[in-house]
Structure formats: C-alpha cells, structure tokens
C-alpha cells in the first residue's frame, strides 16, 4: 500500500511561482509512476503531468506545457509540481498519483494510489 500527502498550496497572484511536493511512503517509490492531477468543482479531474519512476520521462498537458515541470527526488520520496507563470484558470484542487506501470499516463484510471490533494489558488 502507497500513501500519498501533498504539501505546498496556496492562494497566489498571476504570474506567481509555486512548488507543489508529494511524499509517498509504504512502497519502494523508486519503482513508481508518479503522476499530477487537478480537479475543480463540477469538472472532470485532468492530468497535468507524469514522470517515469527514473524521471528520465515526463509528459505534460498542453494547458501547463512549458508553464510546469515535474521532477522526483528518489531519495527523498518526493515527487514535486512545479508551477510558474501562474493562472487563474490554475486553480484548483491538485492531486499526486502513483502506479507501478501506466500505459497511457494521461488516464487516471491507470493510477492505483492517491493523496488527499492540496489547493491552489490563483487570483487574477
């Protein structure tokens, strides 16, 4: 069993950078896939980012492309989301995954585990 805590939301301003961190623990984390999703009321939750266990890979969507970069630290744990060049329409409630293995890294049925999320605001 992973268990998952997201840490490092707030309430910014536009243009505002902020680093989202996700600490997993009850599994070997280097094997996993870590992935990034956002859900606000009344929506679908949308991927954002993955990264492959090594964090050689990584995938973004197209709405935070060049904005966020994911990375993991290994031996820390820890994945992290970091966000630059903030929106308004970055608001959201933001979640940290993991899987052992995803075929399409974009699907969130693809991930086993989750974290309660953390979230962010960005007021324009």
């Known amino acids: 069993q992973v268990q998952l805590v997201e840490s490092g939301g707030g309430l910014m301003q536009a243009g505002d950078s902020l680093r989202l961190s996700c600490a997993a623990s009850g599994w070997t984390f280097s094997s996993l896939v870590m992935g990034w999703f956002r859900q606000t009321p009344g929506q679908e939750r949308e991927f954002v980012a993955a990264i492959s266990w090594s964090g050689r890979f990584t995938e973004y969507s197209d709405s935070v492309k060049g904005r966020f970069t994911v990375s993991r630290d290994n031996g820390k744990n820890t994945a992290y989301l970091q966000m630059n060049s903030l929106k308004a329409e970055d608001t959201a409630l933001y979640y940290c995954?993991?899987?052992?293995?995803?075929?399409?890294?974009?699907?969130?049925?693809?991930?086993?585990?989750w974290g309660p999320g953390t979230q962010v605001t960005v007021s324009s």
């Open positions: 995954a993991a899987a052992q293995r995803v075929a399409r890294e974009a699907d969130e049925k693809q991930y086993d585990y």
